[in-house]
């Protein structure tokens, strides 16, 4: 099942000039992984390149209706201190979700640590927009890198 699943990381904050760009590149690969066998997509639902990878899947469900997006989210109150719309994309995406996992009921210091694992510990490929060298999405991006995982970096 992991060869058939495919997680996502990336930074929260994209720049809105190189958001198209991301997109393209964003749904070529996963046109390529579709078209490979890759079944599961397992998305952490933040903000930014989590919130484009979901919203990337969704759209191609219409054309492969066999991919399956799955939500791997850190607690019940992620949205906290989000703004009202991007709350109601957040609701949205979930609502569209093949399913929806909460590896924590409450948010903790290390629910998000928890999450990252969980999506990497589930996958066979990680796909990720990494331009930091610190971070959460650093952090995943080694843990996948160690786990063994083919990782593709959109930002290179």
Request: contains cysteine; aromatic residues 8%.
């Amino acid at each position: 099942m992991r060869a058939k699943t495919c997680c996502f990381t990336g930074h929260r904050d994209l720049s809105p000039a190189n958001r198209g760009l991301i997109e393209q590149r964003l749904e070529q690969t996963l046109i390529r992984l579709i078209e490979s066998g890759v079944i599961y997509y397992g998305s952490g639902g933040a903000l930014g390149f989590d919130t484009l990878a979901s919203l990337s899947v969704l759209k191609l469900k219409q054309q492969y209706p066999h991919i399956k997006l799955i939500l791997v989210l850190p607690c019940y109150s992620q949205t906290r201190g989000w703004k009202e719309d991007d709350i109601r994309i957040y609701e949205e995406i979930k609502h569209a979700a093949d399913k929806v996992v909460y590896t924590s009921k409450d948010y903790s210091p290390d629910c998000m640590q928890k999450r990252n694992r969980h999506l990497v510990d589930h996958s066979g490929i990680c796909v990720a927009f990494l331009q930091k060298t610190s971070g959460g999405t650093k952090y995943t991006w080694n843990y996948a890198c160690r786990s063994g995982l083919t990782v593709i970096n959109l930002a290179e």
